[in-house]
């Protein structure tokens, strides 16, 4: 069977979604929900037709929390990712879950990053003294910096600030290096990146009245093994804090690709595992032929037989365009329900559609030449087909108001 293929069971708070229809849980009457213009200019800019009228009618809210939004790493779009400030964004956007990527520091503190060795990238570190304890420092113009969060002590990785995940390789000061930030993104909101322990991310998204989605991030074995004794007690101590922080197993969707993880969820702790995400890392861009082509439907049957309820690969895998140029689920999408699995996927928000799909990357690859999703108000053409055919039981996104607007104009609470 292909490499981590998919994701496990978010179904408890989540019913499969008729046409039109509803998430099982409710929503908040919540007058923080703020969505802000950017919806509103999406459903504007749409071709005039059945799908516009229904979003035109939900302009006048109100807008209530949805757990079918779901904040990936908060909301990275134009705050810092896993950040309290991208957090609170994005429960302010309504995201009814929100993600903490987890991974660790060299003192064994979990915390929230969406890798172990993406420091230099996402946080101020080159231009800091700690740029020295770096397992591959910046050393000028063209080097490739690696910065891990297990290069540090909590102490250490506290005391820097998020930014953008951005890099400019040919500046010639560390400073400079921080930019790169893309034209479709912003910096204007990155005054403050204050980062989170992991245990800091459960408070702060309780108080939120969010729940929650972390994602166990792969790491170093050797400094797993120092560090945890093993992958096992890794996995083991993100469950802890959640029982630690008294958070009800309903609440809480943990995520992760190595199939491992999840069945040692299943097997050792099951009111945790049986909302467990198994992620599919499906890529045939990345030159790792493992991960090139979807399960087949007798492996997507296997992965239910193990206990997985749920496969959340990429938005991309689960749609297709027909001859007439008309948004449709793919095959993945029709043998993951033939198998009796539920999907979510990732990631909204996270391409530029300004000149449509032809261009917009990796997430819309399914319309390589652009003849569904011609500019970005499109984008919603892709969700309602994700969210009515496909059913998907919630999305990633990162800009959580955009999915928000359409939940609650379709009922999906």
Request: charged share 20%.
């Amino acid at each position: 069977m292909r490499r981590t293929c998919g994701l496990i069971a978010m179904t408890v708070a989540f019913t499969a979604i008729s046409a039109f229809g509803s998430v099982a849980q409710a929503g908040h009457d919540d007058a923080s929900v703020q969505l802000g213009p950017r919806p509103f200019y999406l459903v504007d800019g749409m071709d005039e037709g059945r799908l516009k009228d229904r979003l035109m009618q939900c302009k006048e809210g109100p807008f209530q929390r949805s757990d079918f939004s779901i904040g990936h790493r908060g909301a990275a779009l134009q705050f810092a990712e896993h950040t309290k400030e991208s957090y609170e964004a994005a429960a302010r956007m309504g995201a009814g879950i929100i993600e903490c990527d987890v991974t660790f520091t060299s003192d064994g503190t979990l915390v929230c990053r969406h890798a172990e060795c993406d420091l230099h990238t996402t946080t101020n570190i080159v231009a800091t003294r700690l740029n020295d304890k770096c397992s591959v420092p910046w050393t000028g113009p063209g080097s490739s910096p690696k910065c891990c969060a297990s290069d540090l002590t909590l102490a250490e990785f506290k005391s820097l600030q998020g930014k953008m995940d951005a890099s400019n390789p040919a500046a010639t000061t560390a400073e400079g290096y921080l930019g790169g930030t893309a034209s479709w993104r912003t910096d204007v909101n990155t005054g403050r990146g204050t980062l989170l322990t992991h245990a800091e991310s459960i408070e702060l998204i309780e108080g939120l009245g969010a729940k929650f989605t972390p994602e166990l991030k792969g790491g170093d074995p050797v400094r797993i093994a120092q560090v945890f004794g093993g992958q096992a007690q890794y996995a083991q101590r993100m469950i802890d804090e959640y029982k630690a922080a008294g958070v009800a197993p309903r609440n809480v969707w943990p995520q992760s690709f190595d199939q491992a993880d999840i069945l040692y969820w299943i097997q050792n702790e099951p009111r945790f595992g049986k909302q467990a995400v198994y992620l599919d890392d499906i890529d045939p861009t990345d030159g790792n032929p493992a991960n090139d082509n979807p399960p087949t439907l007798a492996e997507l049957q296997q992965l239910k037989a193990q206990g997985v309820r749920i496969v959340a690969p990429p938005m991309w895998a689960l749609l297709a365009v027909n001859s007439a140029n008309e948004i449709v689920p793919s095959q993945y999408a029709l043998d993951a329900r033939a198998a009796g699995l539920d999907l979510i996927t990732w990631t909204f928000e996270r391409a530029d559609l300004r000149k449509g799909a032809a261009y917009a990357g990796w997430y819309y690859r399914f319309d390589p030449t652009g003849a569904a999703v011609k500019k970005d108000s499109d984008m919603y053409k892709s969700l309602d087909v994700l969210a009515r055919r496909v059913k998907i039981l919630g999305i990633f996104s990162d800009w959580p108001a955009t999915v928000t607007y359409y939940a609650n104009c379709m009922g999906f609470r």
